[in-house]
């Protein structure tokens, strides 16, 4: 019993955005982080990633049976995919199908299936918000077939776009990023946006998963009841506040696994 919530029984996914490589350029330490996620986000080549990263990630992933999903993005490699752009719904829905179908042509070489898709950085926050983008993801998941769920942002417009199109949906919150009172991230623009240290994260997270809230940057309680933790991969502190987080949900009596298990 934790804060008057009993945690026995309680699962949670825990997720990281890896292979956001590119060419000769690497980024984070994707072989450690898996020790400590359930499912991977991978890069699809838009906003990081290219053939061979993502063909060795999916790899790593199937060896340590950890869950796949596609980490859908703008085109925008120069900028990392954190650069808002004006596309139609339709651009979004093409290129969602197009780097979903791209890393699922690796899973099927490799005898696995993408299990989510998630948007990545500025489609991500856009769509957030955005009902008509939301429903563009939705549609390029549900046109995939397949069972595959959408990832995003709990209490945005992607619960209702994933319900508008027949997928399911499980909703996302993050251990390192700092939230705003709407329940939207605090812009990385913003001293404090990110957390670095694994110990706050964890004890951020044990809380969003035992009593379902978090705390805003300004001090207001949201409530919300996550599916799955964001830990990002990209940060210097990433392998430490991973194993800090599993390790903390563990030890209050919670279950980690994949989406397709624990949602």
């Known amino acids: 019993m934790i804060g008057g919530f009993c945690v026995s029984g309680v699962k949670i996914d825990m997720n990281s955005d890896l292979g956001e490589g590119f060419g000769a350029w690497s980024m984070g330490s994707d072989k450690d982080v898996l020790s400590s996620v359930s ?44 650069r808002k752009m004006e596309c139609a719904p339709q651009e979004v829905y093409d290129y969602c199908v197009y780097q979903i ?36 993801i939705a549609s390029a998941v549900a046109e995939m077939k397949d069972g595959i769920i959408l990832m995003g942002l709990a209490g945005s417009e992607f619960e209702p776009a994933a319900e508008n199109a027949g997928v399911r949906f499980a909703s996302e919150a993050f251990a390192d990023r700092a939230y705003l009172k709407d329940g939207s991230l605090c812009p990385r623009s913003k001293e404090g946006a990110v957390i670095h240290d694994a110990k706050t994260a964890a004890d951020r997270v044990v809380r969003m998963v035992t009593e379902g809230v978090v705390t805003a940057a300004d001090g207001t309680v949201i409530k919300f009841r996550p599916d799955t933790i964001c830990l990002h991969g990209d940060t210097a502190e990433a392998v430490e506040m991973a194993a800090a987080v599993r390790a903390a949900l563990e030890a209050a009596g919670v279950k980690i696994e994949p989406l397709k298990e624990s949602l």
Request: hydrophobic share 40%; charged share 20%; with cysteine.
């Open 101 to 136: 179908g791209a890393l699922a042509a690796f899973c099927r070489a490799r005898g696995v299936r993408i299990q989510h898709v998630k948007p990545h950085g500025a489609l991500y926050n856009q769509a957030a918000k955005d009902r008509k983008l939301a429903d563009a």
């Open 39 to 82: 499912s991977a986000n991978i890069a699809c080549g838009y906003h990081a990633g290219d053939p061979s990263i993502m063909r060795e990630t999916v790899k790593l992933c199937a060896d340590r049976g950890v869950a796949v999903g596609a980490h859908v993005s703008y085109p925008d490699l120069m900028g990392f995919g954190r």
